[in-house]
């Protein structure tokens, strides 16, 4: 409990708070997601992505596929994000004959 000391002067009185700082004395290594409170992974699998969910406060791994599924529901994807791409991607090695660019409405 913070202890209050009163200092007082001609005609002023000054309370003043002390505060008590916690300090850790020991840390544990976490071993792995399922060990952290905030994290839920109930069958981890290879490939997906850690993600927070607001709805739960706890993060998830979800298929990536899902998350950028996700990312595109206003039809717009961040401009970083295609700038990314555009540099990491050999347009030229890429053959247009074998190229299944799906369906467009």
């Known amino acids: 409990m913070p202890v209050t000391r009163k200092a007082s002067t001609a005609n002023t009185v000054i309370s003043k708070r002390s505060t008590t700082i916690k300090k850790v004395d020991t840390t544990r290594t ?17 490939g997906h992505v850690l993600v927070y969910d607001s709805s739960s406060d706890k993060f998830i791994l979800v298929d990536p596929d899902v998350v950028l599924s996700q990312s595109i529901e206003d039809n717009d994807l961040p401009d970083d994000f295609i700038t990314q791409l555009e540099s990491e991607l050999n347009l030229g090695a890429i053959q247009i004959e074998s190229l299944d660019g799906g369906g467009f409405v």
């Not at 976490?30 to 290879?46: G, H, K, R, T, Y």
């Open 30 to 46: 976490i071993n792995a997601f399922e060990e952290l409170n905030d994290v839920n992974v109930p069958s981890p699998q290879d």
